[in-house]
């Protein structure tokens, strides 16, 4: 991908701007949002790209996932999850999870 500094500067400065929105959300943000089996399956279903993306196009999958109540074009939010992440029931610190992890070994 060519990028002018131009360009490089603006797409580093929207990337900071993500990174430090999240950051400054995430204690008030829920462990797990639910979503319908249709939401899911749609979001599953959707081609990969078949060309490499621009810089705008990767920065559209920033952290913001869709929440009740979104609007718009819900295909082109990011969707940050797992099968694991139904499993999370509360907030814990890394080294809890990890602490129960290898008791389990």
């Known amino acids: 991908m060519q990028l002018s500094q131009e360009e490089f500067r603006?797409?580093?400065?929207?990337?900071?701007?993500?990174?430090?929105?999240?950051?400054?959300?995430?204690p008030d943000r829920p462990v797990f949002q639910?979503?319908?089996?249709?939401e899911r399956q749609a979001l599953m279903n959707m081609p990969l790209p078949v060309a490499?993306?621009?810089?705008?196009?990767?920065?559209?999958?920033?952290?913001?996932?869709p929440m009740v109540g979104t609007t718009g074009?819900?295909?082109a939010l990011s969707l940050w999850a797992g099968q694991s992440v139904a499993l999370a029931k509360q907030r814990q610190p890394?080294?809890?999870?990890?602490?129960?992890?290898?008791?389990?070994?």
Not at 53 to 65: K, N, V
């Open 52 to 65: 490499p993306l621009s810089g705008e196009e990767i920065l559209r999958y920033e952290p913001a996932a």
């Open 10 to 26: 603006k797409l580093g400065y929207q990337a900071v701007d993500i990174a430090s929105g999240y950051l400054a959300e995430l």
């Open 73 to 75: 074009e819900i295909e």
């Open 34 to 38: 639910r979503m319908e089996e249709s």
């Open 94 to 105: 890394a080294a809890e999870i990890v602490a129960e992890l290898v008791s389990r070994l």
